[in-house]
């Protein structure tokens, strides 16, 4: 059973960067998409972006395109989301997810447990 | 990007109801739409995928189907452990993935 484990939760000041991890076990993450996906407190869900590391390729949504990074080290198995000039906004549980899929319709089959990140002065 | 539009965005139920939430998308995404549960302070979990695929050990309880711009998933008796937030996503463009905003199934 592939399980996602995240790093521990995080506080940061305004203008600093945050990376998260995302270790993967009972699984290879090198031949599956790895998304992040955040969740501002009381809202909904919002997809930042994504690594396919047997391609090398990566790929954020536009809103994140310049503050975001995200990579993989196949070798421990583990991804990585580095997130750069922070503000209050970004305050929010993070989640790496795995995908799943038949055929060609892919989805989110495995979620790690969320990293809260907190902006704060 | 594609726009999912979910509604309602919060219903009331009681245990033994049929609930119908629905998913439309601002384009076309044939059948490549999925649905999650989420419980407070827990991840999502997928439910269907592909529009209408149950996914493995999810009770038969849960229906998806639609294709196109027009989804539904419909939980046919609904249960105390179904109160929850549901969201739709599509993966018609994995290069812009997006989620609908969500609803929120409260008991009555």
């Known amino acids: 059973q592939v399980q996602l484990v995240q790093s521990g939760a995080e506080v940061r000041k305004p203008g600093s960067s945050v990376k998260v991890s995302c270790k993967a076990s009972g699984g290879n993450i090198r031949t599956y998409a790895i998304s992040w996906v955040r969740q501002a407190p009381g809202q909904g869900l919002e997809w930042m972006g994504r690594?396919?590391?047997?391609?090398?390729?990566?790929n954020n949504a536009q809103k994140f395109q310049d503050r975001v990074t995200i990579t993989a080290d196949t070798s421990t198995n583990t991804a990585y989301m580095e997130l750069n000039n922070l503000t209050s906004v970004d305050t929010a549980v993070y989640y790496c997810a795995r995908v799943g899929c038949s055929g060609n319709n892919c989805y989110f089959e495995y979620w790690g447990q969320g990293t809260l990140i907190t902006v704060s002065s | 990007d594609i726009q999912m539009t979910q509604s309602p965005s919060s219903l009331s139920a009681s245990v033994g109801d049929r609930v119908i939430i629905t998913c439309r998308a601002s384009?076309?995404?044939?059948?490549?739409l999925n649905w999650y549960q989420q419980k407070p302070g827990k991840a999502p979990k997928v439910l269907i995928y592909a529009a209408s695929s149950l996914q493995s050990g999810v009770p038969s309880r849960f229906s998806g189907s639609g294709s196109g711009t027009d989804f539904t998933l419909t939980i046919s008796s609904l249960q105390p452990e179904d109160f929850a937030t549901y969201y739709c996503?599509?993966?018609?463009?994995?290069?812009?993935?997006?989620f609908g905003g969500g609803t929120k199934v409260e008991i009555k």
């Open positions: 690594i396919i590391p047997i391609a090398g390729t990566a």
């Open positions: 384009q076309s995404i044939s059948n490549y």
């Open positions: 996503q599509q993966s018609y463009s994995p290069r812009a993935l997006t």
